[in-house]
């Protein structure tokens, strides 16, 4: 078995976020699923900050600043998400968050109708991208 950057940590945190998809199920808007979540987190012991500032900087200059949904550890980025299916523009939005922060690894979770998981992986010059057992019940 390969061992990832961060794998105890981000094991924990999909088993939070499977946790919490059983509990909750489909339907819900994404704030609900970030509470929650960090709720679970927190709960497991982990430092959780939601909505974690991302700044984005062009030539010197702050050109813009968006949030994360989570920030667990002050190592990995959650982008989460409840739509019927992860697309590109989603995985291009998580890598971005990395890119713009530094942070080397991120996880896309959607709460949709079947619950998802993307590790993305961000290293100055290369992006990894693992795939993720689709279910964990």
Known sequence: MT????????????????????QLGYGF????????????LRKRGMVAVQQAPVEVWYDGLRVGEYYADLLVEDKVLLELKSVSRLGDEQMAQLLNYLKATGKEIGLLLNFGPRPEVRRKVFQTARIIQYPIAQEQK
């Open 29 to 40: 808007l994404e704030k609900v699923y970030e509470n929650s979540l960090a709720h679970e």
């Open 3 to 22: 061992t990832y950057l961060h794998t105890e940590l981000t094991r924990e945190i999909i088993g939070c976020f499977y946790h919490v998809y059983n």
